[in-house]
């Protein structure tokens, strides 16, 4: 491998990414923009929920339950209803997310200390919403009944203290995920248009009869993608400790190291997904195609292991999994470097093996 060949071919590679104003844009402003937008859309928060309430009882017990749910801070307005019927039309036009019956022995149960049960009716349509507002609901029904003992006196509930996020500020797991996704959609972007622009610009042709090796042209393309998107990430984690104020407990050094293998591992995808298409909006039609799954199976918005078995078996090839569990804890918990090795080395593996690959694919191209 000839140094000078490789440097003017990385340069080459640089430049044709760099030069054009709209490919700088595109590759700067969408993912900060996406970062300051998903930071604040992709929540499980649920805030501003309607509900209703059909009071059968009327006693001390319904009164305070019916004064904790409305004064809650997930509750925008609560209705007061006189039938079951009125409840359902309510639910049936989605006016309200859920509703509340209290039957008429709530009040005695909970005074002699009995079960007090509270029927809770969701709206099945928005199966999401309607789970988080049952775990709400649940709690503020758990409290009311630590704290009414059958003299009404007070009696100390349980104490719930959360580890890592004390107040579970669901900021602080979304801005460091969403950082390791778009530096994967932007890495998988650049290299996945390397080829693609090479064949649809016409230019191909003369890496063919360049005095330059395959391997020099595969490393030249891999060297804008490693460079743009370190830097991109670099940036990220800043912008989610200076711009959102989450504590960075880890190491940073551990994490950039992490961050350059994440960064060769989906190198090495793009470059087969470029070596693969033709033309530049199949590539990015590819990139889309192969990263939408990669985040769906990385455990970002459902734990792995509630997946299939076979779908937890394809998670554990996914770069994005190890990152993600590198950068959370980094964030949120002061990860060890053990930690961080236990999470690095499967991302080295997989680096080793895609870029294997790619190399495979494009030499065929090439030759």
């Known amino acids: 491998m000839n140094l000078t060949r490789l440097l003017a071919q990385i340069r080459k590679e640089l430049l044709s990414v760099l030069r ?3 490919t700088r844009i595109a590759l700067i402003a969408p993912p900060l923009v996406q970062l300051l937008v998903f930071a604040f859309a992709v929540t499980l928060e649920l805030r501003h929920a309607d509900l209703a309430v059909f009071d059968r009882d009327g006693g001390q017990g319904a009164y305070e339950l019916v004064a904790r749910i409305g004064s809650a801070s997930f509750c925008d307005r609560l209705r007061t209803v006189h039938s079951e019927a009125e409840l359902a039309g309510l639910l049936e ?6 509703g509340l019956v209290i039957p008429e022995t709530f009040s005695r149960d909970l005074a002699a200390g009995r079960p007090a049960r509270v029927q809770v009716l969701l709206d099945g349509r928005r199966g999401n919403s309607a789970q988080i507002l049952f775990g709400y609901l649940s709690q ?4 009311l009944g630590a704290q009414l003992t059958q003299a009404g006196a007070p009696a100390d509930p349980v104490a719930v203290r959360h580890w890592f996020n004390p107040n579970l500020i669901y900021r602080w797991f979304v801005v460091p995920s969403l950082g390791g996704i778009l530096v994967m959609f932007s890495t998988l972007v650049i290299t996945g248009l390397s080829i693609a ?3 649809e610009l016409g230019t191909f042709d003369q890496l063919l009869v360049s005095p330059c090796t395959p391997l020099e042209i595969i490393a030249a393309k891999m060297a804008p993608a490693l460079l743009i998107c370190t830097v991109l990430g670099t940036v990220m984690a800043g912008a989610a400790v200076f711009g959102f104020g989450i504590h960075f407990t880890g190491s940073f050094p551990l994490l950039l190291c992490s961050l350059l293998v994440f960064v060769l591992s989906m190198v090495g ?5 470029s070596s693969v298409c033709r033309t530049q909006q199949q590539a990015i039609l590819g990139v889309f195609s192969f990263g939408v799954p990669v985040v769906v199976m990385s455990g970002f918005a459902t734990p792995v292991e509630n997946m299939p078995g076979i779908l937890q078996t394809f ?3 996914i ?4 990152y993600l569990i590198i950068l959370q804890g980094s964030f949120l918990k002061a990860l060890p470097a053990r930690e961080v090795f236990a999470n690095v080395w499967p991302m080295a593996v997989i680096a080793a093996a895609t870029l294997t690959f790619a190399t495979w694919f494009v030499k065929g191209r090439l030759e």
């Open 269 to 273: 995808a793009g470059l087969m997904i």
């Open 197 to 199: 622009r090479e064949r």
């Open 319 to 322: 770069p994005l999994k190890y």
């Open 20 to 22: 054009d104003p709209r």
């Open 140 to 143: 503020v029904a758990t409290d």
């Open 315 to 317: 998670s554990n090839a």
């Open 93 to 98: 036009r989605r006016e309200i997310l859920g």
